[in-house]
Structure formats: structure tokens, C-alpha cells
């Protein structure tokens, strides 16, 4: 396992920030081995934080509840997936929530935190005596605790189409189809997403047509593949969102680029969507 | 008699039964048995043990057995199978 994780360090190259990335810091936060060695030297004087997580459990169905839990947060990383790991791990192991890679690329880990839609890894926990509420991504059905059926969204996404199609083969068989370096760029802002759901399910219109609307998401997946030089059935894409709800459900509520965990900006993709379809 | 009216979640719960029997129509006949066999107790048992009310619990069996019936359609799919799991008291 380290052997894989020391190969990776060495072989990336420093990131260009493209406009739309934000900076997000690397840290080095102590695991849970580490820090408990450190709360003993803490001593007294504990720094107490509530956390009121969103409680339901199919095997004994009752009603969905808010459980508290009280994490001292010297012995605990700043983020609140830390805070998630570390009461499954010491208080209560039936907590159920969904994560992956702690960095903030897998999408996995996306939920409600104090309201507002984001990355668990990503969301620091807020200094202060102040309660924090956790959960799941609103207007989702909920198959466990924090755990959403995801089918949907995913549905929606494969439904774009989001693969190239060409018409013609490359113009050197079995060679790259070329592509300029300001093409390329049309797609940044769109590349990046990791399909955490975080704007879709921040989308109130989305809520009241989860069905039939496409949502933020994959409406930027469409012109993801809309604005792509390569991709040669943009005609025949544009055509297939041209739809009363797939598309124009959008009334630029703009929740999207505020939620977004990554810093994009579906709303601005889809206003691009909506103008080629009227020159179109 | 009075005409009883079912309400919407009961014409789902009853749609989503007869979409597993007609799926278990579709496979060999020992298997057939067994899948309606697995599917009737299952449907006997939460119609008892479930309280009408809890629409919430309702609709997520309803999500789960849409799902699994889904995978029950597929032509590759050749029958189900249950096991009881009971919990240990040590």
C-alpha cells in the first residue's frame, strides 16, 4: 500500500491552476494514533464540540432523528470527515456515511454540513461552542443514516451521453484526435467535476422536479460535451436537452455555484446551453 | 360491499408483487417456485409487521424491491435466493 502512495507522490507535476480551481492547501493533519498521545500532554481544559447528526436506520425503522455527539477537537483532524471517522472509530460504529479518498476528489463524502451542501474532507469544523448539523444531501431518498440513493443522478448523467462521438474516424487512424490549446481550454470549468452531487441536490428546482429535470450536474457534463471540438453530434446533443424540463427547469436560482465543492459554475454552463439553442 | 379505495401506496406495494410474479413466470419452473415462494413471505411479513403509517420505511422496501425486481428481469438472472439471519444472543 505505501509502496503505491510513495510512486504517486513522485511521478505528479505541480498543478496549473486553471481560473476556476480554487487553492485548496494541503496539510498534514496527525492521525488518530498520533493525537491521542498528544491529548494526554492537553491535559484539562478539553475543547468540546457538539456535532447533531441525521440518525435513520432501515433494520429498526422508527422516525429520523438528530443524535448528539461530543468530540473534543484537540485530539481530532480540522476537518469534519475527521470528526465522522473518529466517533464511528471510538463512540458509535453503526454511524453510516459514505467516503473515499479524504481529499476532496472522490465525491463520495458530499452532505449537508450546518445547512449548506459541500465535501465532508473538504468542510472545516467551525471553532466555537456552536452545534453542528449534519445531514444527508436534502430532497435525496435515504437508504442509511447519511448514506443517499445516488441511482438517480447517475441515471441522469448517463442519459447526456457522456462519451465522444464522432461521425468521421480521426483524421490519422489510430492516432489522437488533435485539439488546440484554446479548445482545450473551452473545457476547463467542466473537466473537474466529480460528480459529488452537491449542486444538484442544493438545486430547488431540482427538488421539485428531481425526475425530469437533469440537474446542475449534468446539464455541465452536456456542455461539458457540447463545447468539446472533437465531439461531432453537438447538433443532435443540443437537440436532446431542447427539452421544457430537462433544460429550461433552470431559472438561475444559482444554489449550484454557491454549493459547489470545487468552485465551479453549472449555472453559467447551462446559461451557455440555453444561448446556443436560441442561435441554434 | 363498500368499494375499499387503495391509496396510492398500496396500488405500488400491489404493482411491484405482481411485477415479481410476472418476472418469476419468465424463469424455469423449480426456480419459479422458489421466487414466489421467497417473494410471498416477504411481502406477508412487513405487511404485518410494518405500521401503515411509517411511509417512510414503506417507501424505501418499495425502492429496494423496484431495484431488486430490475435485477430479477435481466435474462441473466436465473433465480433468487434467501437466508435467515438470525442474531446470536451470546
Redesign the interface.
Known amino acids: 500500500m505505501a509502496f503505491g502512495l510513495i510512486g504517486r507522490v513522485v511521478g505528479t507535476k505541480p498543478s496549473r491552476l486553471s481560473t476556476a480551481a480554487r487553492l485548496i492547501p494541503a496539510r498534514w493533519t496527525s492521525t488518530g494514533s498520533e493525537a491521542q498521545s498528544k491529548a494526554s500532554s492537553g491535559g484539562g481544559g478539553a475543547n468540546l464540540k457538539t456535532f447533531q447528526i441525521y440518525r ?1 436506520n ?1 433494520d429498526n ?4 432523528e438528530l443524535q448528539d455527539y461530543k468530540i473534543d477537537l484537540k485530539d481530532c483532524g480540522p476537518m469534519v470527515l475527521d470528526a465522522l471517522i473518529k466517533i464511528k472509530n471510538e463512540m458509535d460504529p453503526s454511524l453510516t456515511f459514505r467516503r473515499s479518498c479524504r481529499e476532496g476528489i472522490c465525491g463520495s463524502c458530499a452532505m449537508n454540513i450546518d445547512g449548506c451542501n459541500g465535501l465532508a474532507c473538504l468542510t472545516k469544523i467551525e471553532s466555537g461552542s456552536k452545534e453542528t448539523t449534519i445531514t444527508p444531501l436534502p430532497h435525496m ?3 442509511k443514516d447519511l448514506v443517499v ?1 445516488m ?1 438517480n443522478f447517475y441515471n441522469q448523467y448517463k442519459s447526456i451521453e457522456p462519451w465522444l462521438k464522432r461521425k468521421n474516424p480521426a483524421s490519422v487512424p489510430g492516432k489522437e484526435i488533435l485539439q488546440s490549446k484554446k479548445d482545450r481550454a473551452k473545457l476547463d470549468g467542466m473537466y473537474e467535476c466529480i460528480l459529488c452531487a452537491c449542486c444538484s441536490t442544493s438545486c430547488p428546482s431540482y427538488w421539485w422536479n428531481p425526475e425530469s429535470y437533469l440537474g446542475p450536474a449534468a446539464l455541465l457534463h452536456a456542455n461539458r460535451w457540447i463545447s468539446d471540438s472533437r465531439d461531432e453530434y453537438t447538433k443532435e446533443r443540443l437537440e436532446a436537452i431542447d427539452d421544457e424540463f430537462k433544460l429550461y427547469r433552470c431559472h438561475t436560482i444559482l444554489n449550484c455555484a454557491r454549493a459547489c465543492p470545487k468552485g465551479l459554475n453549472p449555472g453559467k454552463q447551462i446559461t451557455h446551453i440555453k444561448q446556443l439553442q436560441q442561435s441554434g | 360491499m363498500g368499494a375499499s379505495k387503495l391509496s396510492g401506496m398500496q396500488k405500488q406495494v400491489l404493482s411491484l408483487y405482481r411485477g415479481f410474479l410476472r418476472a418469476a413466470r419468465s424463469k424455469p419452473t423449480e426456480d419459479r417456485k422458489r421466487i414466489e415462494m421467497i417473494v410471498s413471505t416477504e411481502f406477508r411479513h412487513n405487511s404485518k409487521e ?1 405500521d401503515r403509517k ?1 411511509f ?2 414503506i ?2 422496501l418499495l ?1 429496494l424491491g423496484t ?1 431488486q425486481l430490475d435485477q430479477l428481469k435481466s435474462p441473466d438472472i436465473v433465480s433468487l435466493s434467501s437466508v435467515k439471519v438470525v442474531a446470536s444472543k451470546t
Open positions: 435513520w432501515p425503522p422508527g422516525k429520523p431518498f435515504v437508504i440513493d441511482t | 410494518v411509517n417512510q420505511y417507501e424505501y425502492r431495484k
